[in-house]
């Protein structure tokens, strides 16, 4: 049974290549009706905080990204880790170390002066029974080390790069429990894929380094060695490493920008890999069907946040009302904007949601037709709130103000009637029109605008850039 997981370290929020692995990981479960495992990487208990984890879960479940075992906590695991450091150091394949970090880091400086590589020296495994017994006499603090295999290759076949190799004297004899006996994370990482049993292991390519050591873990321990499929890197468009510059910030930053969760999700499932032909826009459901672990590029992928908001304006133009609503709603909440009729809410959600980037936009369009102040671009000002523009508008509003039917086509045809009738073009009433009760140059077809605001808050809005010097309601967009 294919069995992988997700195991972020509760340091902190859930990121885009945190995400982006777990989708992964997450697709191939449900292709190959395996099972996703969530696994807390929990060790170092001076990082990791039980709010993070919350976070990192209500990120996941907010992309629909559900597990099927877990979460389990390594911190919970410590005795584990101890039994698997005694068996190795019982069969010589590891050794206490007795070095403190202040001669391992001078060790390091000296090397690194030096302008040569600097491995552990292996002092500890040479010690003689009664230099040990010293130190353990003096209560000196002890980790252990695992021993590598002197000059022998290392090899996996990556389901994405290939052949892989290393030789082991590249690599040191690596801690794997800290003198506090917390374990490392390749100790704790390896014990934990074998006893759940992951048969895949889908993350980050720079893992590769890692994976090494944790083979010679899974060999020492007579494991089964899980398949290993190493994702590429997530850069930012200049090519440059992900930072929030770029637009990387944590998930849930993403849903207080108005992304919906179906968009992000789309977008995550290209950064390295793409179903082929023209297709971008597709369900997590379809995902599912159309993902090939092994077609995933090697190439590093790059993450461009104007892609995802086209994305993500793509989804809201195909999405339904009612859907849009619940989501709208927070953000209708934090700008105070209340409602009477879900209805009207619906009405204007449809007419809007051509035009919304993400949800914190569609609910500034939706205040237009609720808030009793709104704001005027200056352009639009100046450009149709000119002299003669507000002439116009005079015109209009006396009109407006004896229609009886005050409606989509009652409205067109009188504000047409009237531009015959004083022989103007009708656009000479619709800009200014647009501007006084939009606040804006641009927006959804006019009269579904004045049929949706209706009679009373129209003509009060004509009122208010007639009456009104509009500088103090000015804004530059």
């Known amino acids: 049974m294919v069995r992988v997981r997700i195991a ?24 190959n009706n395996g099972k996703f495992i969530l696994r807390i990487e929990d060790t170092d208990p001076t990082r990791s905080t039980k709010e993070s984890a919350e976070v990192i879960m209500e990120g996941f479940k907010w992309l629909s990204l559900y597990w099927d075992e877990g979460p389990y906590f390594q911190s919970q695991r410590f005795p584990i880790y101890k039994e698997y450091a005694e068996k190795l150091l019982k069969e010589g394949k590891a050794y206490y170390c007795y070095c403190s970090e202040e001669r391992l880091r001078e060790e390091r400086e000296k090397a690194l002066k030096e302008k040569r590589s600097w491995q552990y020296d292996r002092c500890c495994l040479y010690l003689t029974e009664r230099e040990k017994a010293r130190l353990e006499k003096e209560g000196v603090p002890k980790a252990v080390r695992f021993l590598v295999p002197s000059e022998r290759n290392v090899v996996f076949n990556d389901i994405i790069h290939g052949r892989i190799e290393r030789n082991s004297r590249d690599i040191e004899d690596f801690v794997i429990l800290r003198a506090d006996g917390t374990p490392t994370y390749n100790f704790a990482c390896v014990i934990d894929d074998a006893l759940m049993e992951i048969s895949h292991v889908i993350r980050a390519v720079e893992h590769i380094s890692n994976t090494f050591k944790q083979i010679l873990l899974y060999e020492a321990l007579n494991f089964k060695i899980p398949f290993f499929a190493h994702l590429p890197l997530i850069l930012g468009k200049d090519g440059k490493k992900l930072s929030k510059r770029h637009g990387a910030v944590s998930i849930m930053e993403y849903k207080k920008m108005g992304i919906l969760p179906e968009a992000l999700v789309n977008y995550l499932a290209l ?11 597709f369900s997590l459901e379809e995902a599912i069907k159309l993902f090939r672990l092994e077609k995933v590029k090697k190439s590093n992928a790059i993450f461009d946040f104007q892609k995802l908001e086209w994305m993500n304006s793509e989804y809201i133009k195909r999405s339904d009302n009612k859907r849009l609503l619940e989501g709208v709603k927070e953000f209708l909440k934090e700008k105070e904007i209340s409602y009477e009729k879900e209805e009207k809410l619906l009405d204007i959600i449809q007419l809007n949601k051509d035009r919304s980037r993400n949800l914190c936009e569609l609910a500034d369009n939706i205040a237009i037709y609720l808030k009793e102040e709104i704001s005027y671009d200056k352009e639009g000002i100046e450009k149709y709130l000119d002299k003669k523009g507000r002439e116009s508008l005079g015109e209009l509003l006396a009109v407006y103000e004896e229609l009886s039917v005050f409606n989509k086509e009652t409205t067109e045809k009188a504000l047409r009637e009237l531009a015959s009738e004083k022989n103007k073009k009708p656009a000479e009433y619709i800009h200014p029109l647009r501007v006084a009760l939009t606040g804006k140059l641009v927006g959804p077809p006019i009269f579904d605008v004045v049929n949706l605001m209706g009679k009373e808050l129209v003509i009060k809005r004509i ?7 509009l500088e103090s309601n000015s804004e530059n967009n």
Request: no cysteine; charged share 15%; net charge positive.
């Open 271 to 281: 950064l390295g890999w793409s179903p082929g032909g023209d297709l971008e826009i």
């Open 463 to 469: 009122k208010k850039v007639l009456t009104f010097s």
């Open 8 to 31: 972020p370290s509760p340091t902190g929020a859930i990121h885009i290549g945190l995400a982006r692995s777990a989708l992964y990981n997450f697709l191939f479960a449900r292709q």
